[in-house]
């Protein structure tokens, strides 16, 4: 897939945005909506929202953005091996608050028919405000759409990764 050139900072679009250049007005929406989720105003710190979004990359077995935001929860946080830990699911190393957060995006991934008002206890036990439960609810449901977008048309990664990275691999977080 051809890079487009935007003016951004990096001076390249995505693939994953790349892959809605034939329809321009989603392309717009795309990136409105990832910035507002991922960049906006919000009491999640910059880190939070990226353990989040490789939690559900990774249960969702999105290569992509697994490896994306594993690199950009290592630029926000870092920690080298936050990433890690979170693809492994040992979410009991990451403290209360994130560790609710992050079982939170797995239950609600993994089967959102089952997922109801209690699955919001462990989050508020950790302390989490009414707000800051929904913006770890937006950021898991923009996630699991983008999920989907590169899955399924097969974005690859951008030829800038190393081939050892680009290389796919499945992700069994919490899985036996």
């Not at 091996?81 to 939170?104: D, H, K, P, W």
């Not at 036990?125 to 937006?138: C, H, K, M, T, Y």
């Amino acid at each position: 897939m051809a890079w487009i050139e935007t003016g951004e900072e990096r001076g390249n679009l995505a693939h994953i945005l790349a892959s809605h250049s034939a329809n321009q007005p989603v392309l717009r929406g795309h990136l409105a909506l990832y910035r507002a989720i991922m960049f906006g105003e919000s009491p999640l710190s910059r880190s939070e929202r990226e353990a989040v979004a490789v939690a559900v990359s990774a249960v969702n077995n999105c290569h992509y953005c697994t490896v994306h935001h594993g690199d950009a929860l290592r630029e926000a946080s870092g920690d080298p091996s936050l990433a890690q830990t979170v693809i492994e699911g040992r979410f009991e190393a990451l403290g209360a608050r994130l560790a609710a957060m992050c079982r939170y995006a797995v239950a609600l991934s993994r089967d959102p028919r089952h997922t109801d008002e209690s699955m919001l206890t462990p989050m508020r036990e950790a302390g989490l405000s009414p707000r800051e439960i929904i913006d770890v609810n937006q950021v898991v449901a923009y996630y699991n759409y983008v999920n989907r977008v590169a899955q399924g048309l097969g974005v690859e990664l951008e030829p800038t990764w190393p081939d050892d990275v680009r290389t796919a691999r499945d992700y069994h977080l919490g899985q036996p």
